[in-house]
């Protein structure tokens, strides 16, 4: 079979990339070894965590704040294996919504491993031993990532486990260690502790979130420890974890070099993730990746070092996130098109699901510090929102940064309730250069919480905010 394009890989940079591709008229196949489509995000990141994330929201709500709104239930509990099967629906429906668009774009779809015999030439290993021989103009490598290992410390899958495996547990745990203060360990660790798991956090670097804008850790991590009691051990270096019937002890090293240990159920290793290019046969073509992370080298059009073979997603450079994944999938299928399309990396946004949720997207004070940006910051507090008074979603707040001389609004930083949505217009504003004054200047509905971001900018413009 001859296509214009072969994607390799159905998550969200692969699915996406496939779609525009066929909407541009292109001869389009996609290969997924896996049965179902939508790789990490539908599968086993995004989709399910959030569905396990407003499980276990809901539940945390139930116990801890609907008698002060006046609600009062009795017998209150857990049912894991109705959560765990809801989750499982939820996934089942968004891959079964990719099976459906690849039918109506009319994409050739082949379950198995794809792999280079040349840059013109995929073969496709099925699991039944068979194996299929595909021709292309062009490829798109789209294989995402696997979570990182520690060499020094093995995943058993059963007590010791990865993102993957929290995604299936049959029991509401007592106590639960998760390395790694990262969106991941922190959005799992947040689902189990709302359930009434004891979590510990153990983070090597003294901040949790460390990439983001140093106020936001600092605020998660106080709200985190009040509301749901977790823990936080930072500067703590793992050094191992073994299993002895239902126990897992995790050693670590704390800054002072002294020797810690602590006892748990399960510990979640949430290090962070790793390129994935095994059984890919690179090196039929000439491509080698990157020593650390493992990433293949692209050029600014996305472009590896084979001309018509193409890198989207995790696989390559840049925030490990979906929607990330998403747009260069349309900037490579638009790119083969003919087309001039643009993504601007400083202007993606990052968010964590936590409650608070956090979210950012532009520079960080930090960053603008170093880059000697002359800039001027403005803050407004949940606790002054009346909608956030209304809901009782007081913790939090809104940061907006802008240049000094212009005005033009150069990061924004928020935690606080839905703050995942509210960042939308945060982007909308930057990727048209708008002022802190333009954001102060329209009109915001009331009372919303996004009135906190108008009320940020107004303080960034001027100190002119007007509920503090
Ligand atoms: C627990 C968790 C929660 C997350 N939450 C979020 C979130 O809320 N928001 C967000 O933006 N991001 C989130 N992420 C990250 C997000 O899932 C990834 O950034 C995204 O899935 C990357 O997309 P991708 O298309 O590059 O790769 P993937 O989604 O990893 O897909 C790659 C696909 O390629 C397939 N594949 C690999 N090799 C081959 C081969 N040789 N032949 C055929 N198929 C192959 C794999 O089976 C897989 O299906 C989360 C991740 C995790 C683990």
């Not at 394009?5 to 909407?23: H, L, T």
């Not at 939508?38 to 809901?58: Q, R, Y």
């Not at 039944?128 to 093995?154: H, Q, R």
């Not at 949720?357 to 940006?373: C, D, H, M, N």
Request: net charge neutral; glycine share 10%.
């Amino acid at each position: 079979m001859q296509y214009d394009v072969i994607v390799i890989g159905s998550g969200p940079g692969g699915y996406v990339a496939a779609i525009r591709c066929a909407q541009l008229g292109m001869k389009t196949a996609i290969i997924e070894k896996y049965s179902t489509f939508g790789g990490t995000c539908l599968n086993v990141g995004c989709i399910p965590s959030k569905a396990l994330l407003d499980s276990s929201e809901h539940f945390h709500n139930a116990a801890h704040s609907f008698t002060t709104h006046g609600i009062n239930l009795k017998d209150l509990k857990v049912d894991m294996k109705q959560m765990i099967a809801r989750k499982d629906d939820v996934v089942a429906q968004n891959t079964a919504g990719i099976t459906y668009l690849f039918k109506k774009n009319k994409i050739d779809t082949y379950e198995g491993v794809g792999s280079f015999v040349d840059k013109n030439t995929i073969k496709v290993q099925k699991s039944d031993g068979k194996a299929e021989t595909l021709t292309t103009k062009n490829v798109i490598i789209a294989t995402g990532s696997k979570p990182t290992a520690l060499p020094f410390l093995p995943v058993d899958k059963k007590r010791i486990i990865t993102s993957t495996e929290a995604l299936t547990l049959k029991e509401v745990p007592k106590k639960m260690i998760v390395i790694g203060g990262g969106v991941i360990g922190l959005e799992l660790g947040s689902v189990y502790a709302r359930l009434g798991t004891q979590v510990s956090i153990v983070e090597f670097m003294p901040s949790i979130i460390g990439t983001m804008d140093a106020g936001l850790g600092k605020e998660l991590q106080r709200v985190l420890k009040k509301s749901l009691g977790m823990e936080f051990f930072m500067g703590h270096k793992v050094t191992g974890a073994t299993t002895k019937g239902k126990v897992v002890t995790v050693t670590a090293e704390n800054a002072k070099g002294e020797a810690v240990q602590w006892d748990a159920d399960y510990c979640i290793v949430a290090v962070g993730r790793t390129a994935y290019t095994e059984g890919l046969g690179l090196e039929n073509i000439g491509i080698t990746v990157e020593e650390r992370g493992r990433k293949i080298p692209v050029n600014e059009h996305l472009e590896t070092s084979v001309k018509g073979v193409y890198a989207i997603g995790d696989v390559i450079k840049g925030a490990m996130l979906a929607h990330k994944a998403e747009d260069e999938g349309i900037y490579v299928a638009e790119t083969l098109a003919g087309q001039k399309p643009h993504i601007n990396n400083n202007l993606i946004p990052g968010v964590v699901y936590t409650w608070p949720e956090v979210a950012s997207v532009g520079y960080t004070e930090e960053q603008l510090k170093e880059k000697g940006i002359a800039y001027k910051a403005g803050s407004f507090p949940f606790k002054a929102s009346g909608r956030a008074k209304a809901s009782m979603d007081t913790d939090g707040f809104v940061k907006v940064l802008a240049d000094k001389n212009t005005d033009e609004i150069l990061g924004v930083h928020m935690i606080g309730p839905r703050a995942a949505d509210m960042i939308a217009e945060a982007v909308v504003a930057m990727e048209f250069r708008a002022s802190a004054e333009d954001i102060a200047r329209i009109c915001h509905a009331h009372p919303t919480f996004t009135e906190a971001l108008k009320e940020a900018a107004l303080a960034a413009t001027d100190n002119r905010a007007i509920h503090i």
